[in-house]
């Protein structure tokens, strides 16, 4: 069946699709927020590049934890249950990062309770998937996962607000954003009459003895990982590599970030019109190339070409990756999402670490480059080794094995 906008536009739930989206990209924004501000953070406190990709990185490990417990409990309670009470939940640590925060523990703190934002993934996508069949999975899971614009809403506007504010006030304008998210999610976000009944907690986590789930992990480490770490690091690599200015860092950051949070839709419908696999091959060599390039730390007109490039085809990726776990994993689309997002948030946690841990060791950011590079090209020949047990091993359960 070919792909079509007009009978798209007539399945389906809109109204939860909106909602899906706008409460991941509000997330999102929370999410990152320590990236975005980082600069500010650092000068205050004086940190070291390895304290630094710490510090953008908590929040990311953080939430990628709980991207486990909150899949299963959009499996088990609702999605917009589980979704409601995340918003409520995010509310916490914006208000403790208002309030004031004197000492770097304190952000940490903060760090470790804004992942309860990331975990927003594990109920967005299967909020929005269980209302759309088969064939539109990739762009429905592209849509709602754009979300992850939030990035060029922190890295945008965050240092705009922080000049004026101050980088403690920014926390309390984000406040405003995610009431706003919560009153219109309860409104019109509706769980699906397709989700399957609530089953024992050992049935749920029986995908963790599938194999395959282990290389959804592996595959979604590298692509949102790879967005989610370089997304967050952005700011402080422009300004400590290039002297870029606090605003002009954040400018940067969020014109690199744009166009990987708006082409996952395009990763997902590509995937849809020719195959996961197909698309994660090409985008995974892509990314090898633009990103060992970049460890050349070129010129910044070239880093932000190359930088814009690579975010793009990462976010490609991460659509490309989503339009094969729902057809594979259809009962358990929301302990699977929350599995394999964890382990993209783990990635995610690992880049920014490793990219100020060995700026420390080695003196510069090439070194982490390069491994992010070649770990890109593993990637891609540890997808290049399963794609023909893919093709076979999944043929019988589609009509058509050409979209896997």
Same mark, same amino acid.
């Given at each position: ?22 409460? &991941?990209?509000?997330? /999102?924004? +929370?999410?990152? #927020? *320590? %990236?975005?501000? @980082?600069?500010?953070? =650092?000068?205050?406190?004086? !940190? ?55 000492? &770097?523990?304190?952000? /940490?703190? +903060?760090?470790? #309770? *804004? %992942?309860?934002? @990331?975990?927003?993934? =594990?109920?967005?996508?299967? !909020? ?73 907690? =050992? ?78 091959? =090409? ?122």
């Amino acid at each position: 069946m070919g792909l079509s906008w007009k009978e798209f536009s007539k399945i389906g739930h809109r109204g939860t699709l909106f909602s899906a989206f706008l409460y &991941f990209d509000v997330s /999102f924004m +929370v999410w990152v #927020m *320590l %990236g975005a501000l @980082g600069v500010y953070i =650092a000068e205050e406190f004086g !940190l070291s590049a390895t304290q630094k990709g710490l510090m953008v990185a908590l929040p990311i490990l953080a939430g990628s934890v709980l991207r486990v417990p909150a899949g299963l409990c959009a499996d088990r309670f609702g999605a917009k249950k589980t979704g409601a009470a995340g918003l409520l939940l995010t509310l916490f640590p914006l208000f403790v990062g208002w309030m004031g925060v004197k000492s &770097f523990e304190q952000i /940490f703190l +903060v760090g470790l #309770m *804004l %992942g309860v934002a @990331g975990a927003s993934f =594990a109920v967005a996508l299967p !909020l929005a998937s269980r209302w759309y069949p088969p064939q539109y999975q990739g762009l429905v899971m592209g849509i709602a996962g754009a979300g992850n614009s939030g990035t060029v809403l922190a890295a945008f506007f965050a240092p705009r607000l922080a000049e004026r504010l101050g980088w403690q006030g920014v926390f309390g304008v984000a406040i405003v954003p995610v009431l706003l998210t919560l009153i219109l999610f309860l409104i019109l976000a509706k769980d699906s009459p397709q989700q399957p009944p609530p089953e024992r907690l =050992a049935r749920y986590f029986r995908v963790l003895k599938q194999p395959d789930t282990w290389w959804f992990n592996l595959l979604y480490m590298i692509t949102f990982g790879g967005f989610v770490g370089l997304a967050s690091f952005l700011s402080i690599f422009f300004h400590d590599q290039y002297g870029a200015s606090r605003i002009m860092a954040g400018n940067l950051a969020a014109l690199c970030v744009l166009a990987g949070s708006f082409l996952r839709p395009v990763g997902g419908f590509l995937a849809d019109r020719f195959g996961g696999i197909r698309c994660l091959l =090409a985008i995974y060599g892509l990314v090898a190339g633009l990103i060992i390039f970049i460890a050349q730390l070129p010129p910044l007109s070239w880093a932000i070409l190359s930088l814009s490039l690579a975010m793009g085809a990462l976010g490609m990726g991460n659509g490309a990756v989503f339009q094969l776990v729902p057809q594979r994993f259809g009962r358990e689309i929301g302990v699977v999402t929350g599995v394999v997002g964890a382990a993209g948030g783990l990635g995610g946690f690992l880049l920014p670490s490793l990219l100020g841990l060995l700026k420390d060791v080695t003196g510069t950011y090439a070194t982490g480059f390069v491994v992010f590079g070649l770990t890109a090209l593993f990637g891609m020949g540890v997808l290049a080794s399963r794609r023909h047990d893919w093709r076979k091993e999944w043929a019988s359960a589609f009509s058509k094995a050409e979209r896997i």
